[in-house]
């Protein structure tokens, strides 16, 4: 087994100052941005209720309709499904971007990663790589992951708002478009680590819709009663129904890459482990909470399954992360809340995140 990186060896060597500087830089830059965006996004936060409250007929103690109408997405317009304005960021807050780990040593291995938003870190700094709109990191799990193993040859292709169906077909971003994930693997290729599944099941949609009908209900549970009304669990059964399609996706891997280790790797803590959370600073009903976390252990246990019965290792990141929750102080917390504290997205890993991800990946290949 190949040890753990050490503490020393994740430190960025001295004589890379000039990387401190252009993310003090970018730092800057963002901030500015940032300050700006605050205000529309609180604003638009505060009325998120009172907007889907008039469009939907919501009213307090009235069981929300279905909104299962043409062009949505378990109920959601999908234009709404990039995350929540794409690209807002708290005011202030400090730079967590973590530093390139020191190559523990070259592996020889031909990388490529594959995934969406959790795997590609959006707005933690610095951006790479093309498409820009796929808002690629080079703090992200599998940049941190090549720094780690050394490998001869190492590909990135992970793209925000990625799902199961832009493994084989192109994904259309902001300025740009990314191919086919799967065009980045070939025959030479060795390691292949793959985060996908969450945008299947409507991810950005779901936290959009849930915070918005918290203010309706703070105490209840509005967002559960709304997508198990019927009697049927929709989110339970989009879970069920992304089996079959990472199952294909796994497939597809070992047929164009046949001599490749190929890792899923889960999704880690959003929402506390226990408790109901902590509304209005995380705006999830406090019902909801047990819910949201359901769902997603849910999500989880599927991924497992399907990398246990399809020639790949699962790569659990949800056990390390429990803690690091985004009801967690800054510092504490891995994944931002819908206001974030540091440059990243909202409601994704920040940069504390992706280096945990990255050394549970690091762990598993042993």
Known sequence: MRPAPSAAALRQPTGTHSRQASAARAFRAAAHIAARAADSWIGMHRSAGRWFAAREGLRPGR?????DSP???LGVPVRSRR???????????????????TVAGASGENYVALGASFTSGPLIPRLTGSPVGCLRS?????SLVAAMIGPSSFRDVSCQGADTTNMTGPEGVGLGTNPPQLH???????LVTLGIGGNDIGFSNIVLLCSALSFTNPFGSPCKGHYTSGGTDRLARAVAQTGPKVAAVLAAIHRLAPAARVLLVGYPVILPNTGRGCWPVVPFAFGDVPYLRGVELKLNQMLASEALAHGAIYVDTY?????????QAPGTKWVEGIVPTSLAAPVHPNALEEKAMAQQVFATLG
């Open 63 to 67: 069981r929300p309709p279905r909104l």
């Open 71 to 73: 062009g949505s997405r």
């Open 83 to 101: 995350f929540l304005a794409l690209g807002v960021v708290a005011a202030g807050g400090t730079l967590l971007a973590a530093l390139l780990p």
């Open 138 to 142: 080079s703090h992200d799990y599998p």
């Open 184 to 190: 980045a693997l070939g025959r030479a290729t060795t």
């Open 319 to 327: 056990n390390d992360s429990i803690g690091h929750d985004m009801c």
